[in-house]
């Protein structure tokens, strides 16, 4: 009996690219804003930030914008290379003139799918933001090194602070708390990326896991108007760094778009190798949001460049049981011709 050989599917560049900008858009993102945008033509797939959904208080560069986009690229990649292909890359020039325009992905030759690829593809939806304390249980510096050196091959580099760093961190992170929940402009905008349980927004960060001690609307808005909310945030992930296994400054030796974008790229690989180790990662980017304080975070690394990105990653005592929701691929996809020009 003749068997007749096992039909081997390859997907078209439309299923390809629809499943990288499905990768995409689960980056993480400041206040899960979701700052970007695609536009599909032919085998490439352009990627552009969402001016809509700038962060203005907090973000008045669009640094963290860039950032975030850049980590969306980085999964966009992922998904190419787990579907059996090479992914080639265009970042747009900090001068292009055209502020929107971050990258081009295209969908390149045929290439073995490794199983790192699968590995760092599971790790996607897998990605949580855990901003509660972590186990005091430590992380080897083999597995730092190998996130580091992932954030290495991005343009990135990945500095992990030792104890007394950690405590001169925390001194800044509450001095940032402080100012900024001073500042009614700050409390504004961060109340309207709140999201309330049952509400039918995409976007936004779940009441119930940032650490107001409420998942009620009322009492978290309430709590938002304490003049003391500062001072208490501030000590409470003060505690959270000295506690934390491990905390890294991702920092560049530029700060124009083009390293931003590295950067966002460079967080996402440690990201998900964190997660593909077990691992849980949390954000601490208001010292960086306060330049005279971002220039004092610059002092605790040795590279000399700008820091870009503090997280702090050890394993979780409990785990995100609401996580962020998400836009769909059609909220941020759109599917142009090839005679068509960049987006606006």
């Known amino acids: 009996m003749t068997s007749t050989p096992a039909t081997v599917h390859t997907p078209s560049v439309l299923d390809v690219l629809r499943n990288a ?9 400041s206040h899960n804003s979701q700052p970007w945008r695609f536009r599909m033509i032919g085998a490439e797939l352009e990627l552009f930030a969402d001016r809509r959904r700038h962060l203005a208080v907090i973000d008045a560069q669009r640094r963290q914008q860039v950032q975030s986009c850049g980590c969306a690229l980085y999964n966009a ?4 290379r787990a579907m059996g292909f090479t992914d080639e890359v265009t970042i747009a020039p900090s001068d292009s003139g055209d502020r929107a325009y971050l990258a081009t992905l295209r969908v390149g030759a045929p290439r073995p799918i490794r199983d790192a690829d699968r590995e760092l593809l599971a790790a996607i939806p897998a990605r949580r933001t855990n901003r509660r304390a972590f186990l005091p249980r430590p992380v080897g510096a083999a597995e730092t090194d190998w996130m580091a050196l992932a954030a290495a091959e991005e343009g990135a580099i990945a500095v992990r602070l030792p104890p007394d760093g950690k405590r001169a961190l925390g001194r800044l992170i509450e001095q940032a708390d402080h100012e900024q929940f001073a500042d009614p402009a700050f409390r504004a905008e961060l109340a309207s990326w709140l999201v309330p349980f049952g509400s ?7 009441f119930v896991e940032k650490e107001y001690g409420s998942a009620l609307p009322f009492t978290v808005m309430r709590a938002l108007r304490s003049p003391t909310l500062g001072d208490e945030f501030g000590e409470l ?11 890294f400054v991702l920092g560049t030796l530029g700060d124009d778009a083009s390293h931003w974008m590295s950067c966002g790229q460079a967080l996402q690989a440690v990201l998900l190798r964190a997660t593909a180790l077990g691992l849980s990662a949390s954000f601490l980017n208001q010292v960086l949001e306060i330049p005279a304080l971002r220039g004092q975070v610059a002092e605790l690394i040795p590279h000399g460049g700008y820091p870009q990105m503090v997280l702090r ?20 996809l759109e599917v142009g011709d090839v005679t068509g020009g960049h987006a606006t």
Do not use: C, T
Not at 21 to 29: D, E, G, I, Q, T
Not at 77 to 80: H, K, L, Q, T, Y
């Open 313 to 332: 990653i050890g394993f979780a005592s409990e785990p995100v049981h609401h996580p962020a929701p998400r836009l769909n691929v059609d909220d941020v």
């Open 77 to 80: 990649r992922i998904a190419v």
């Open 237 to 247: 992930e003060d505690e959270l760094v000295l506690g934390a296994p491990v905390v």
């Open 21 to 29: 900008v499905a990768a995409a858009v689960m980056a993480p993102s």
């Open 200 to 206: 039918r927004r995409r976007d936004g960060i779940p």
